[in-house]
């Protein structure tokens, strides 16, 4: 009987323990994600300004790279 007794409490502190360490992997895990998301954004927020600052550059200079292809296929079917 007392084996049976020693087991459930072996059995119970086993699950205690078990589940904490899950705890704390969820949370480590949540934290990696979040801070992959934030440099995600970050690289993504970095790309539309460099992109955006390009489109506007181009349109100072004048031609902008549609024109000079669209210029190209001109000469080529001629």
Known sequence: MSGVILGICIT???????SKLIKKNESS?????????EKLRDYLENF???KRQNESKQSQEGESAS???NKKNKLFQN
């Not at 119970?12 to 078990?18: D, F, L, N």
């Not at 895990?29 to 998301?37: D, P």
């Open 12 to 18: 119970a502190v086993s699950y205690v323990a078990i």
């Open 29 to 37: 895990v949540r934290s990696y994600l979040n801070s992959t998301a």
């Open 67 to 69: 024109e000079i292809g």
């Open 48 to 50: 539309i300004t460099e």
